[in-house]
T-cell receptor, first 113, second 112 residues
Framework: EAQVTQNPRYLITVTGKKLTVTCSQNMNHEYMSWYRQDPGLGLRQIYY???????DKGDVPEGYKVSRKEKRNFPLILESPSPNQTSLYFC????????????FGDGTRLSIL | KNEVEQSPQNLTAQEGEFITINCSYS?????LHWLQQHPGGGIVSLFM???GKKKHGRLIATINIQEKHSSLHITASHPRDSAVYIC??????????????FGKGTHLIIQP
């Protein structure tokens, strides 16, 4: 089954404790992206990747890092999480270049205390 | 900067009613997407439109490129249609290189 898998689904942690949210897709998609969703603000793009070793900032990249060492994986790294990063996070993927629907993961709800 | 405006923000209706959610955007686009997000769930793509109209079951999506406007209609609404509906566009220029610009969503509740 074609899917985008995020882990963990839920995480409560404390300020400053490094964490990684993993994202993996099995559709051989070149394009992958991370979004955060906040009440009243909707979905905003954090980082995206157009292929292996190619990443770039979205609209709200501060406090986040990403890497794309393999085509299927696109982890989101919070080196020193802060409470303002408490949010619902989504990973998505699609084939590069074509205007096509993005496939979204089920989301990761992060709470930073 | 491309803005995507949805209305209404919140909508409560009775089962069986005809539902319309509107989306307006400000710049040229290559496509418009309608997404559905159930409470506690992920995001699912319902439609991708670049012109005209598409229908899937009880859902219909239309787009008017000249007026920069799209509508999502639900016929014979049912409580299981309760969800957040999100409009998103692929801008012709700008954006996160194939990144979408999203509306803030419409929270729909269908009461039995």
């Amino acid at each position: 089954e074609a899917q985008v898998t995020q882990n963990p689904r839920y995480l409560i942690t404390v300020t400053g404790k490094k964490l990684t949210v993993t994202c993996s897709q099995n559709m051989n998609h070149e394009y992958m992206s991370w979004y955060r969703q906040d009440p009243g603000l909707g979905l905003r793009q954090i980082y995206y990747s157009m292929n292996v070793e190619v990443t770039d900032k979205g609209d709200v990249p501060e406090g986040y890092k990403v890497s794309r060492k393999e085509k299927r994986n696109f982890p989101l790294i919070l080196e020193s999480p802060s409470p303002n990063q408490t949010s619902l996070y989504f990973c998505a993927s699609k084939p590069q270049g074509a205007v096509q629907p993005q496939h979204f993961g089920d989301g990761t709800r992060l709470s930073i205390l | 900067k491309n803005e995507v405006e949805q209305s209404p923000q919140n909508l409560t209706a009775q089962e069986g009613e005809f539902i319309t959610i509107n989306c307006s955007y400000s710049v040229g686009i290559s496509a418009l997407h309608w997404l559905q997000q159930h409470p506690g769930g992920g995001i699912v793509s319902l439609f991708m439109l670049s012109s005209g109209k598409k229908k899937h079951g009880r859902l219909i999506a239309t787009i008017n490129i000249q007026e920069k406007h799209s509508s999502l209609h639900i016929t014979a609404s049912h409580p299981r249609d309760s969800a957040v509906y999100i409009c998103a566009v692929d801008p012709l220029v700008g954006g996160g290189a194939d990144g979408l610009t999203f509306g803030k969503g419409t929270h729909l509740i269908i009461q039995p």
